[in-house]
């Protein structure tokens, strides 16, 4: 039989980490319980609810159906990496600025999923937001908050990008 | 839950990847694709794999390509190209836009990211779109095993409910889609958006002239796999494109007469027949709008 353990080397916000797992531990324990990362929640546990989404090389994934021998070699993205020196992204800013959130719980993986929209389509509609973001799930708000941070938010970094550039 | 422990693999070819699976057929190895329908199945501990052989490392399981075999002009897609990229994909749209539009209908963005076409075929869930889509578009799957490879077509490929023509060592490399010229449809009922469908139907119509030539139908929810509507296509050949409204509804009720799916929490047996139907009218009507470029 092969070894108990494997060794997998993958990049976590822009950190390399090397680390020796389980193959059953899953990408999201090991974020949590291994490198301490809890910004990465966890829902339901089988891929239904988007709470523990994560960019896996910059495509959103259910981090609790993936296994972290899976993300051997990958670059992940959290929402731990979203600020940057302690200043919230624009989409963290809008959330909290629109009351995007109330127990924040679906928080990180609605944030991860949000920074795929926005990387996808810059400037999408309500109704665009409204179906992309269909993945995952929010007990509190009734979406229309989170809706108006994101596109809120596309229309900042569509300001900040035009002034950078 | 946590899934159960199993011993895991990555081997970097196909032959390796079929050798562990012989080697180790005592701990009731399993072929990790994407992981999207397994890995949850683990985490419930309903799959208890000893061991998992994970074909990401594997070359040549990926990608789309237009190919030309006896089945003529076809569309050839690796086992492990994502759902993701099926649906971004330019060749898919033209040469499979059922394809395109069943996947469409899959789940959310981040299962489309990791799921795969093979794994969605080879896991066989008796409500999943593809197998529907395998069946209608005739096509066929190569499996490779200890013997070398082989094509099995798509109707004899499911045997039931997570059940399929694979032996325990082979491993789902290919889908060959023929090229459809005709128009497609698929439509499916979800009680909630992108969720399992309860019913899904896969439809093509190709017209010779102003009668429909040939129609191909699937349907998904009415039987412990994807069937073929075949009463419901001889019942469509022939007749006038123009009357497709009248035609379609009895097509539609010969295609479910003698149906009797078992009921379940989603779904009554009788309520799945009614569904199937009603899908299968809507999906002959679409179908063939489009074959005629009226949708």
């Known amino acids: 039989m092969p070894p108990r353990t494997c060794t997998i080397s993958l990049t976590v916000n822009g950190q390399p980490h090397v680390a020796e ?21 966890i829902g339901c546990e089988h891929g239904v609810c988007g709470t523990c989404t994560v960019l896996l090389d910059g495509a959103s994934a259910h981090s609790c159906i993936v296994l972290a021998v899976q993300a051997d070699g990958a670059d992940i993205s959290t929402v731990e990496g979203l600020a940057r020196d302690g200043e919230l992204n624009p989409l963290q800013d809008e959330f909290a600025a629109k009351q995007g959130l109330q127990c924040g719980y679906c928080t990180p993986g609605m944030l991860m999923r949000a920074t795929e929209i926005l990387a996808g389509n810059p400037d999408p509609t309500p109704g665009q937001v409204r179906e992309a973001i269909a993945s995952n799930l929010c007990r509190c708000t009734g979406y229309q908050f989170i809706t108006e941070a994101v596109v809120g938010a596309a229309a900042r970094m569509r300001t900040e990008k035009e002034v950078a550039s | 839950m946590k899934p159960p422990p199993f011993a895991y693999a990555a081997p970097a070819t196909l032959d390796e990847a079929v050798g562990l699976l012989t080697e180790h057929a005592e701990a009731e190895p399993r072929v990790l694709a994407g992981g999207q329908s397994l890995i949850p199945l683990m985490n419930f501990r309903l799959a208890k794999p000893g061991f998992l052989v994970d074909l990401r490392n594997v070359a040549g399981l990926t990608g789309i390509r237009r190919a030309e075999d006896e089945q003529g002009d076809v569309l050839a897609i690796g086992a492990m190209t994502t759902l993701a990229e099926l649906e971004r994909s330019p060749e898919v749209a033209v040469a499979a836009p059922l394809l395109a539009e069943a996947v469409g209908l ?49 109707a004899e490929f499911g045997r039931g409910p997570f059940s399929t023509a694979l032996t325990p060592e082979e491993i789902l490399t290919e889908v060959r889609l023929p090229v459809w010229p005709g128009g497609h449809a698929y439509v499916k009922f979800s009680r909630i958006h992108a969720n399992f469908g309860v019913v899904g139907v896969a439809a093509l119509a190709e017209l010779d002239g102003d009668r429909i030539g040939r129609a191909a139908l699937a349907v998904t929810g009415v039987a412990p796999t994807a069937i073929r509507a075949t009463a419901a296509e001889q019942a469509l050949a022939g007749t006038e494109a123009a009357d497709v409204a009248a035609t379609a509804a009895t097509a539609a009720r010969a295609a479910v007469a003698g149906l009797t799916p078992a009921g379940d929490l989603h779904a009554s047996g009788p309520t799945r027949v009614d569904l199937a139907r009603t899908y ?16």
């Not at chain 2, 076409?117 to 799957?141: F, K, M, N, T, Y």
């Not at chain 2, 299968?280 to 949708?295: D, F, K, P, S, T």
């Open chain 2, 280 to 295: 299968l009218r809507r999906g002959i009507e679409l179908a063939v709008a489009r074959a005629r470029n009226e949708r």
């Open chain 2, 106 to 154: 899959i789940a959310h963005t981040p299962v489309r990211n990791r799921g795969t076409i093979g794994g969605s075929l080879a896991h066989a869930d008796p409500a999943a779109d593809l197998p529907a889509v395998a069946l209608a578009s005739d096509a066929e799957l190569v499996a490779a095993g200890p013997g070398g490879s082989r094509r099995i077509p798509a």
């Open chain 1, 21 to 41: 797992v389980e193959p059953r531990r899953l990408l999201v324990d090991f974020l949590r319980e291994d490198l301490g990362l809890t910004g990465t929640h």
